[in-house]
C-alpha cells in the first residue's frame, strides 16, 4: 500500500524552504532546485511521487522547469511499489514514464524498504516477531531501558551526537545538526515529528526520529551507541515506535530504507526491521525527465565520478 509520501507533503515544503531550498509546485507534485556548479543551471528534485494520485500536465512541468532553469526533473524512487503481478494501473504508468523520461543514472532514495501493516491489535504484532526479536524486546525492558519521547533542545543535541558516531562508525554522510533541529521544528509544529529516546540509568543508548503523515509511520533517521548492546535498547526503541504509530492513529510503517542483498553491508539493519514482521517491498526505478539534453549527459557522466570517488572516500573513513 502507498499513499502520498511526506516529502511531497506541503509541510516539507515548507521545511525545505526554511534549509533554502524553496519548492516549486505543479499541480499535486514538488520539486526542489539545486545548483549545477559553475554553470547558471539547476537539477529539479522530484523525491517519491506517487504518479498513481499526484495528477500533474507534463506540459506546465516542462515549461516550468525551463523557467526554473532546470535541466532535468529526477523522479527519485517514485511511491509506487513495484509489482509483482499483473497491475493494469502500474504497467500503464511504466510504459508512459518510459516513453517521456529516461531511466535515472543513480536513486538517492532506497529503492527497496520494509513496510509494516499497524493496524493490528499490539498481542498480534508481537506473535509475529521474530522469536528472539520477542525475546530481546522483553529483555531490554527487563534491563530497565526507559523510552522517552522528547523534543527538547537537549534530546536534538544527544540525537546529533549519537547520529555522528553512529556515521563514523558505519561509514555514511549524516546531515548537519541544524537539519535534524529545523526539520523537528517544523514538522513538530504540524504534529508530524517526534523523537524517541532509549535511555539506561539516565544514559541515552539510541534515538529514533519518527515522521507521520495521514495513515503512514515513517522511520528516517536513526542512531545509537556501541556501548552496552547486551541491553538491547534498539529492540524495545523499535517495539515503542510502533506502539507510538498505533497511539497516532497510523495503519502503516514505512521503515524508510532497506537492501534486498544479504551480502550487502545493509542487510543487517534490513534484517533488523524484517524481524517485527515487515514486508521487504520494492518500488519502480527512478526517470529523469529531461528538459536540456545538451547539458544532461555530461552532467550525468561528471555526476558519476563524483560518487565513485565520494564512496571511496567513504570507505576510508571505515
Not at 511526506?6 to 531550498?21: D, H, L, N, R, Y
Not at 525551463?66 to 500503464?92: G, M, S, W
Not at 536534538?156 to 526539520?183: P, W
Amino acid at each position: 500500500m502507498t499513499d502520498i509520501h511526506i516529502v511531497q507533503s506541503p509541510e516539507w515544503g515548507e521545511f525545505k524552504a526554511q534549509m533554502g531550498t524553496s519548492p516549486v509546485r505543479v499541480g499535486d507534485i514538488q520539486f526542489t532546485k539545486h545548483p549545477i556548479p559553475f554553470t547558471p543551471f539547476y537539477i529539479g528534485y522530484a523525491p517519491k511521487v506517487n504518479f498513481l494520485i499526484q495528477k500533474f500536465s507534463w506540459t506546465e512541468l516542462k515549461a516550468v522547469a525551463k523557467a526554473e532553469k532546470c535541466i532535468l526533473i529526477r523522479f527519485d524512487v517514485p511511491n509506487v511499489l513495484k509489482p509483482t503481478y499483473e497491475n493494469q494501473h502500474v504497467q500503464k504508468l511504466l510504459i508512459d514514464l518510459r516513453k517521456r523520461c529516461k531511466k535515472s543514472p543513480k536513486s538517492t532514495f532506497p529503492k527497496h524498504t520494509v513496510m509494516m501493516d499497524i493496524s493490528k491489535t499490539e498481542d498480534e504484532l508481537i506473535s509475529q516477531m521474530d522469536q528472539k526479536t520477542r525475546y530481546n524486546v522483553r529483555l531490554g525492558a527487563r534491563q530497565g531501558i526507559e523510552v522517552r519521547l522528547e523534543n527538547n533542545e537537549e534530546a536534538i543535541n544527544i540525537f546529533s551526537n549519537l547520529m555522528n558516531e553512529t556515521a563514523k562508525r558505519q561509514g555514511f554522510l549524516a546531515h548537519s545538526k541544524r537539519y535534524y533541529e529545523k526539520v523537528l521544528e517544523v514538522l513538530s509544529s504540524h504534529n508530524m515529528a517526534n523523537l524517541l529516546i532509549a535511555y539506561h540509568e539516565n544514559k541515552p543508548l539510541a534515538a529514533w526520529m519518527l515522521f507521520n503523515y495521514k495513515n503512514t509511520l515513517y522511520y528516517p533517521y536513526g542512531a545509537s551507541t556501541a556501548d552496552n548492546r547486551n541491553l538491547k535498547a534498539s529492540n524495545l526503541l523499535a517495539w515503542e515506535a510502533i506502539k507510538y504509530g498505533k497511539r497516532l492513529g497510523c495503519t502503516q510503517f514505512d521503515m524508510w530504507g532497506a537492501k534486498d542483498d544479504k551480502s550487502s553491508d545493509g542487510w543487517g539493519f534490513t534484517k533488523f526491521k524484517l524481524s517485527y514482521g515487515g514486508e521487504l517491498v520494492e518500488f519502480i526505478d527512478s526517470y529523469d525527465f529531461i528538459i536540456n539534453p545538451l547539458i544532461y549527459y555530461p552532467f550525468n557522466l561528471a555526476y558519476g565520478g563524483f560518487w565513485k570517488i565520494l564512496k571511496g572516500i567513504l570507505r576510508l573513513r571505515r
